[in-house]
């Protein structure tokens, strides 16, 4: 983070991804070593995946870990999924942690205010019908089934979009990366079969 800040890069891509330290001032790149990542670092044992987990239990236990919270824990959950233990959690299709964004674009799905709350399994459940909804128009369109965290992820791009369609707020522009991305294919065949 060092480096970064010191070639003038950006330390964090997007600031939905700023762990913040509340009451602390100073140095991002230190704060978030110190009071997150040395502490994590220190109690890996603890929050790891292990043999037994499921994506939910292994998101209730490092969302459990100071300043990280649910929707960083969702993050970390739908990278490591991919990975190690976690590649055949019973639960690989179905987990999801909402966020900001997807809590928004649910509503905007559903023609609610933006701001109207949700409990998380109130949430989950309507994350489910969607996707269940939006499978036929996926087939049709010859796009692999979603799973749950794609789907979530979804909605907080669509209300990302309509908040700049509708003119509520700004957004970045877009920059292809230079490279190209793995086939999603393989990516799904290395975490396990597709259910159809």
Not at 11 to 40: M, T
Request: aromatic share 10%; net charge positive; glycine share 8%.
């Amino acid at each position: 983070m060092k480096r970064r800040k010191h070639k003038g890069k950006r330390l964090v891509n997007s600031d939905a991804y700023k762990l913040i330290v509340s009451g602390q001032a100073g140095d991002l790149a230190k704060i978030q070593v110190e009071f997150v990542l040395d502490p994590l670092w220190a109690d890996r044992d603890q929050y790891r995946p292990r043999h037994d987990d499921t994506l939910a239990s292994f998101h209730g236990r490092l969302a459990s870990a100071p300043y990280l919270g649910g929707f960083y824990a969702g993050q970390v959950a739908a990278d490591v999924k991919y990975v190690g233990r976690l590649r055949h959690a019973p639960d690989w299709w179905d987990f999801a942690a909402s966020g900001p964004g997807s809590r928004r674009g649910l509503n905007r799905v559903l023609r609610r205010s933006t701001d109207a709350p949700w409990k998380e399994p109130e949430w989950v459940e309507l994350l489910q019908l969607l996707r269940k909804a939006i499978e036929p128009t996926l087939a049709k369109a010859g796009i692999p089934n979603l799973h749950a965290q794609d789907v979530q992820n979804c909605l907080c791009e669509f209300d990302k979009y309509e908040r700049i369609r509708l003119g509520e707020g700004n957004g970045r522009k877009f920059v292809p990366s230079p490279k190209p991305l793995p086939a999603r294919d393989s990516l799904y065949r290395s975490a396990g079969k597709p259910r159809s």
